[in-house]
């Protein structure tokens, strides 16, 4: 069964939805997690943060690779392994149009809030979320069959947002955004795979919104 807590250098967490299998790994030295989605029915696949150990990411793939490499955000522990990964798979890169200028690897797809990425017969819809950086993406699978699934990033973890380096202007836009576009649009059951650590519901994040505000961080 499905957990969704891993860690460097253990296996893979697989979760496996009708149309969708998500396989989760945790690579170092920053404990980021990587999500490979593939659509059951094409086989076609995404990576979700290159972030390092590139080796453990190509045997992720299997006999296959993914066709699009989405990077949710600029920072350069999400990246780290995204040049080695291209110039292995030749899969192209994708990231929020506004970080993909500090992504040292050329980005071939430039996403906006609300952009559809197709992989198969899967799509992903693109939410920018402005705080943690200038242009962080969190991506939603709105699972036909069951409760919506969420990869956050760095803006969204259990227990609070991302963060902003005690900015206070940048806390209350990632904090308005979260709420606004995530909070107020997802059902308690959606799921939440973050960029580190293990996942999350948005219902069980929705009572502390107050907690983070008052907190500031």
């Known amino acids: 069964m499905y957990t969704g807590n891993v860690t460097v250098s253990g296996p893979a967490d697989v ?21 490979l989605l593939r659509c059951r029915e094409t086989g076609a696949s995404v990576l979700i943060d290159a972030a390092a150990e590139p080796d453990r990411l190509l045997a992720l793939f299997g006999d296959g690779s993914p066709e699009l490499i989405i990077t949710t955000h600029a920072h350069a522990d999400h990246w780290q392994a995204l040049a080695a990964v291209v110039e292995a798979t030749g899969a192209r890169t994708a990231a929020g149009v506004h970080d993909a200028e500090d992504i040292p690897v050329p980005t071939d797809v430039l996403v906006g809030d609300g952009d559809i990425i197709r992989f198969g017969h899967i799509e992903l819809s693109a939410i920018e979320l402005v705080g943690h950086t200038p242009g962080s993406i969190a991506l939603l699978y709105d699972n036909p069959d069951g409760p919506p699934h969420l990869f956050t990033g ?35 059951e959606t799921w939440v795979y973050p960029g580190h650590g293990s996942d999350t519901t948005i219902g069980a994040e929705r009572p502390h919104l107050s907690e983070w505000r008052e907190r500031g961080w």
């Open 154 to 188: 760095d803006c969204l973890f259990p227990g609070g947002i991302g963060n902003t380096k005690g900015d206070a202007d940048r806390f209350d836009s990632l904090l308005q955004d979260v709420s606004a576009k995530l909070f107020d649009r997802l059902p308690d």
């Open 15 to 35: 979760h496996e939805l009708p149309m969708l299998i998500i396989s989760k790994v945790a690579v170092g030295p920053y404990d980021n997690n990587a999500y």
